[in-house]
């Protein structure tokens, strides 16, 4: 039975959803609520039954179902209250969401709310693909989906194009039942998964890694996939004549990239960046007051483990807000991704924050040898050596509140090679 009036509502069950509202109701916040569209929570988790998860929440290396289970039966342990099959239509400024499902339409007033709706992946229209669009053109996740929730396999001669993750593990589970997978083309010259998924799902199948190179070319025009073509692709990502390569397929998988689901917080008047994220502070608030962003929706993890760890910090901030222990007058920092940099969260921080920052980032391309800085305008405030930063994985740093209290501007962060 859901009731008119909650501290905290929780919308989307995922493992940031489930993290969070643990969180929170260990921090003496008692009434919970978590709203999920599925029939289960847990989200993605569900179907990644392959290993990897786990070794910083829990200790152990799990599957993404065991994963789940730890969570969903932390929540059942801490009675918070959760509903299934339940969509929220929209969220108001003043924190009032809308919700229906079978039973009915649900007006919920929430003193804050913690919104973690995953993200979703990029298809065929998303990045244009060249040709025809027969069946048999589908993203890593779906054939996820079909192969590990429904028992469904989606082709038998498959060529991924993208080398994120899902599309990786991918690989080596259709190799596992039965597949031939011809290989993988990826755009930019260096992979944009984790190495581990490079070595484990690709390197020991003796699947192919095409770097710079992308499909040309999709044939099916009588409805189904027959083949594709790729092709060598320049410094400026355009198609080399003369170096196709065609591969008679059924199967092209998409794995292309993850964008965050955050049409509700758009909707809601939530200011977003550039990746579609909402603008969070340094206590992962957006720019409504007491509506908090974790996990993919904010922007996209490496680890289901980080994921859980961010949204187990943002319990904490919510916490303080509920017993108002946060300012309201506060005066800002901007935070500004610099040469180097694709993005860097939070993307502002308070001018009177008595918290220590974690900064999370990306560099835009793998580079070795390397300084991150931290500037206010031209001033360097902080100097730190890495030896290798690769787009694939989060970079975190954090600075103290001493640190803090030396920017007066904004903070940049940036990266350049070491002299």
Do not use: W
Not at 401 to 416: A, C, D, G, S
Request: net charge neutral; aromatic share 6%.
């Amino acid at each position: 039975m859901i009731k008119k009036n909650y501290d905290l509502v929780v919308i989307g069950g995922g493992s940031a959803g489930m993290a969070g509202a643990i969180e929170a109701r260990k921090l003496g916040i008692q009434d919970i609520l978590i709203i999920e569209k599925n029939d289960y929570l847990g989200g993605i988790l569900n179907q990644c039954v392959h290993n990897g998860f786990g070794l910083t929440e829990f200790k152990e290396e799990l599957t993404g179902p065991e994963f789940m289970t730890r969570l969903s039966s932390q929540v059942e342990e801490l009675k918070i209250d959760y509903v299934l099959n339940t969509t929220v239509t929209s969220l108001l400024p003043n924190k009032t969401i809308y919700a229906s499902n079978q039973d009915g339409f649900y007006v919920i007033n929430a003193k804050s709310v913690l919104v973690t709706t995953g993200c979703y992946e990029r298809n065929a229209g998303a990045i244009m693909l060249p040709g025809d669009r027969p069946s048999g053109v589908v993203t890593a996740g779906t054939a996820q989906l079909y192969l590990n929730i429904y028992g469904y396999l989606v082709g038998k001669r498959v060529f991924i194009l993208g080398s994120g993750d899902i599309g990786l593990i991918m690989a080596r589970r259709l190799t596992l039942e039965g597949a031939k997978v011809l290989g993988v083309a990826e755009l930019c010259p260096y992979s944009n998964g984790l190495n581990r998924n490079i070595v484990q799902c690709l390197e020991d199948f003796h699947i192919p890694l095409y770097l710079s190179h992308t499909v040309s070319d999709v044939d099916g025009a009588d409805g189904i996939l027959h083949s594709i073509t790729i092709s060598k692709v320049d410094e400026r990502n355009q198609i080399i004549p003369g170096t196709e390569k065609k591969y008679e397929c059924d199967t092209l998988l998409l794995s292309v990239g993850l964008i965050p689901n955050s049409p509700l917080l758009r909707d809601a008047g939530v200011k977003l960046a550039r990746n579609k994220g909402a603008i969070v502070n340094e206590r992962y608030e957006t720019s409504i007051s007491g509506v908090f962003s974790a996990g993919n929706v904010l922007h996209v993890h490496d680890l289901v483990d980080l994921v859980t760890k961010e949204s187990r910090l943002v319990a904490h901030f919510i916490k303080e807000y509920l017993d108002g222990k946060e300012s309201s007058q506060d005066k800002y920092l901007d935070v500004i991704a610099s040469d180097g940099v694709g993005y860097v969260l939070p993307h502002k921080v308070s001018c009177n924050t008595t918290h220590d920052v974690t900064f999370k980032f990306r560099v835009r391309k793998p580079i070795k040898d390397l300084n991150v800085i931290f500037l206010d305008k031209d001033n360097e405030i902080k100097r730190i050596f890495k030896t290798v930063l690769i787009p694939s994985e989060m970079t975190e740093i954090t600075l103290t509140n001493e640190e803090l209290k030396k920017f007066k501007n904004n903070i940049t962060v940036k990266v350049e090679k070491k002299a």
